[in-house]
């Protein structure tokens, strides 16, 4: 019997396509990572605007609902590339000297805006409002009292200045409080336990040079005789030391040119000095 020829076709691979389909899927996919790393925000540069933002609107601590959404509404990116936008137009209004202020206001609705104003502006109608009323209640502390010539109260553009000069409260060279400084110290105290305002309390001196064995400078000087204000205070009367900041300045800020004896006693000083911040 002969044999037949059986002729063997070899299987065709019908899947040949899946490969270039492979290859296309992993194309899209590295294309689709390419798109969203770039469209990502930019955490560092995002955290420093928000910082210029801030600043510029004289904002200290986050939290009220106006400052928010203002600053919601500006990061809401509503296509990509607008975070960069808003990075690039900040930097190029502060390179030409525009407030950022300015560029908020342009970016913000109207009726936030309006919200914003309104805080802002109840905010520093307080804080004036109260720098205006312990001007008065010093004002008439000082006509009621009689106290010694040496005490005066000033406006100041950074705030309301309670001015001591030295024969109030010290010996000339000495740092230690006058205990007959006590009463007129407490009396200024009443009124300090009440006010919000924070207190600087800074030392002056003239220029010359201190000349005994217990300061080695000026500097040493105008410093203790403010902490020792503020031991008086904290200690004595128990106001509530957050209050207040100590600084000692020598001979730096002068009232008065160090050219006579009289003006040489007027710069010898110490400044209670009742700021916003």
Do not use: C
């Amino acid at each position: 019997m002969a044999k037949k020829n059986i002729k063997i076709i070899p299987h065709e691979d019908t899947a040949k396509w899946l490969y270039t389909f492979n290859d296309l899927m992993t194309l899209l996919l590295t294309f689709f990572v390419l798109i969203l790393s770039m469209s990502t925000l930019n955490a560092a540069k995002l955290k420093d605007l928000q910082a210029d933002l801030i600043d510029a609107l004289g904002v200290m601590e986050l939290g009220k609902p106006e400052q928010d959404a203002l600053i919601e509404q500006l990061f809401t990116l509503e296509d990509i590339g607008r975070e960069q936008k808003i990075i690039n137009t900040v930097q190029k209004q502060k390179k030409k000297g525009v407030q950022i202020k300015d560029f908020v206001a342009a970016e913000t609705p109207p009726e936030l805006q309006l919200k914003e104003f309104t805080a802002l502006k109840q905010e520093g109608k307080k804080e004036y409002n109260e720098q205006e009323i312990i001007f008065s209640q010093f004002e008439k502390l000082i006509d009621e009292n009689f106290f010694e010539p040496g005490i005066s109260v000033i406006k100041r553009e950074r705030g309301i200045v309670l001015r001591l000069n030295e024969k109030v409260l010290f010996s000339q060279g000495s740092a230690k409080v006058k205990e007959s400084a006590y009463i007129t110290l407490g009396k200024i105290a009443s009124i300090i336990k009440k006010t919000s305002l924070k207190i600087s309390i800074e030392g002056h001196t003239n220029s010359t040079s201190v000349n005994n064995y217990l300061f080695a400078s000026n500097w040493e000087l105008s410093m203790n005789r403010a902490l020792n204000v503020l031991d008086f205070y904290v200690n004595k009367v128990l106001v509530n030391s957050d209050k207040f900041y100590v600084t000692g300045f020598a001979d730096s800020f002068p009232v008065e040119n160090n050219d006579t004896e009289q003006n040489r006693a007027e710069n010898r000083r110490i400044d209670l000095v009742f700021t916003k911040s």
